[in-house]
Antibody, heavy 124, light 107 residues
Framework: QLQLQESGPGLVRASETLSLTCTVSGGSVRDTSYYWAWIRQPPGKGLEWVGSVYYNGNIYYNPSLKSRISLSTDTSQNQVSLKMNSVAAADTAVYYC????????????????WGLGTLVTVSS | SYVLTQPPSVSVAPGQTASITCGGNDIGRKGVHWYQQKPGQAPVLVVY???DRPSGIPERLSGSNSGNTATLTISRVEAGDEADYYCQVWHGGDGGVFGGGTKLTVL
């Protein structure tokens, strides 16, 4: 059974860089059927798509975050990573890793499996 | 940017039918996906591509999409259906777009 586990520091100082890792088990990041995505949720608020990445380096970013974020995969470790620079209080959120399923291995599918999420708090 | 509009809250008595709408410009031309999120938990996919259900999701949950409105319908509502529900689409340069979420309360 597929499991996604997010990890990273729970506290990041404002203006610094947030780095998160999603470790995939029970499946492979190299599976050509799927993209992998990051989605975040500020406390008490709704969901926001951050970006999606394919094992071969294809990446799609939320336009509102594009200038500050970077996604990557590490197929040897079976991991997906997110880096976000110049963080501010508005970036405080639970960050989820999710698998993107679709009919044609595309990036615009549905999020069919989610990690438990990790809370990142940005301190001033 | 593309906006999806959901009612903030819907209330329904047990055994009745709940309808949660998701409005968007010409949303009927897009594939709509729905997620259920219970307090303190990660979202769970309950409907994909307008009306398909993942394995394990009861038939009581169904979806439809036409014109400017997509709808998630929950029949024979149970206490365990109480949760936040989010619709989601993909839209051009915006990428993934979520609705603001609807809190379903079972009276």
């Amino acid at each position: 059974q597929l499991q996604l586990q997010e990890s990273g520091p729970g506290l990041v100082r404002a203006s610094e860089t947030l780095s998160l890792t999603c470790t995939v088990s029970g499946g492979s990041v190299r599976d050509t059927s799927y993209y992998w995505a990051w989605i975040r949720q500020p406390p008490g608020k709704g969901l926001e798509w951050v970006g999606s990445v394919y094992y071969n380096g294809n990446i799609y970013y939320n336009p509102s975050l594009k200038s500050r974020i970077s996604l990557s995969t590490d197929t040897s470790q079976n991991q997906v990573s997110l880096k976000m620079n110049s963080v501010a209080a508005a970036d405080t959120a639970v960050y989820y890793c999710a698998r993107v399923a679709s009919f044609s291995s595309s990036w615009y599918g549905w999020f069919d499996s989610w990690g438990l999420g990790t809370l990142v708090t940005v301190s001033s | 940017s593309y906006v999806l509009t959901q009612p903030p809250s819907v209330s329904v008595a047990p055994g009745q039918t709940a309808s949660i709408t998701c409005g968007g410009n010409d949303i009927g031309r897009k594939g709509v996906h729905w997620y259920q999120q219970k307090p303190g938990q990660a979202p769970v996919l309950v409907v994909y591509d307008d009306s398909d259900r993942p394995s394990g999701i009861p038939e009581r949950l169904s979806g439809s999409n036409s014109g400017n409105t997509a709808t998630l319908t929950i029949s024979r509502v149970e206490a365990g259906d109480e949760a936040d529900y989010y619709c989601q689409v993909w839209h051009g340069g915006d990428g993934g777009v979520f609705g603001g979420g609807t809190k379903l309360t079972v009276l």
